[in-house]
């Protein structure tokens, strides 16, 4: 049997190079395929690999002064899922640009955002009522297929947009609220909840790993709706069999989940495609055009 694993670890590493050595070797010799970021901030991965490899890996990391006690959530799935290991050094786990304004202690992120479990939110959301605000801290494509109910989805393509985004002023009305920040796994918003107090926001959550173990905790009966996308060729997964298809086929309107990649490769734009327009797996018609216009120039 296989697995998927996804963990990280804010700590500071000294010698981010030499890490990466020791993950290469490791993942090599026990068949695992997946992608590891290290940087002095810490420590951030998704493996597949056999459950006895899997297991091995984490005993590994155990036995480490650095990265021992990391919470790994665990999904279906298998090494095949990954192309191949890539193990690189950047200057972030994840690309916020806050490499300057991010600071890490051996506690994890300083001044970030309360860590709520599951049902420590259902609870806030018991005593404050409408005031919570779920703020989703993923790209906007991720939210088209799933996301808290209400929640706010901001207009970002990627993370780097996070920080002039949270300095907009139709954000200051939300100062003073209980905000509750999710992502995937819980990665992001140990970045972004930072950036956000260091911003005025004055009361600021995190839910405890992520979407993840929200959805491992309450499935499709809590405040989640929809599914959740994954960066391997998996792409989407449910939570279970209740789960609704909320995103909107680029070409019909009709409700789905499935993702494709424009098939203009100049264009390559990830989209929403439902079953009933599978044959057409293009972002728009001006890409449709572009390419039977290549396949069949005009004379």
């Known amino acids: ?76 799935g298998a090494a095949d899922h ?29 001044n970030g955002g309360k860590h709520l479990k599951p049902e420590e939110v259902h609870k806030l959301l018991k005593e404050r009522g409408d005031d919570v605000v779920f703020f989703d801290g993923r790209n906007k ?37 209980p905000i509750v920040t999710y992502c995937t796994g819980g990665i992001r918003c140990e970045i972004l909840s ?30 989640w709706e929809g599914k959740l996308y994954v960066f391997d060729d998996r792409m989407t997964v449910a939570f279970s069999e209740d789960a609704k298809d909320i995103g909107d086929c680029v070409h019909c309107q009709n409700k789905t989940s499935n993702y494709v990649n424009c098939a203009n490769k100049q264009c390559n734009k990830l989209v929403l495609v439902c079953e009933d327009c599978a044959d057409t797996e293009f972002c728009s018609k001006v890409c449709l055009d572009t390419v039977a216009s290549l396949v069949s120039p005009a004379r």
Request: hydrophobic share 40%; glycine share 8%.
């Open 1 to 76: 049997m296989e697995k998927i694993i996804l963990y990280y670890k804010f700590v500071p590493v000294t010698d981010p190079e030499m890490t990466k050595l020791w993950q290469l070797e490791l993942c090599t010799r026990l068949g695992l395929k997946g992608r590891i970021i290290i940087s002095k901030h810490g420590i951030n991965g998704t493996l597949g690999g056999s459950l006895d490899s899997l297991r091995a890996y984490k005993s590994a990391m155990n036995k480490t002064a650095v990265f021992k006690g990391i919470t790994y959530k665990w999904s279906d």
């Open 82 to 110: 990954f192309p191949r290991l890539s193990v690189k050094v950047r200057d972030e786990i994840v690309a916020f640009d806050a490499a300057d304004e991010l600071v890490v202690d051996e506690n994890g992120v300083v």
């Open 194 to 223: 930072a950036l956000m107090k260091n911003r005025g926001f004055n009361e600021v959550y995190q839910i405890d790993g992520g979407i993840v173990k929200y959805g491992e905790k309450y499935a499709d009966q809590g405040e």
């Open 141 to 177: 494509f991720e939210a088209e297929i799933g996301k808290f109910k209400n929640a706010i989805v901001p207009n970002i393509e990627t993370s780097r947009d996070f920080i002039k985004e949270l300095e907009k002023p139709e954000y200051e009305a939300l100062k003073d609220k």
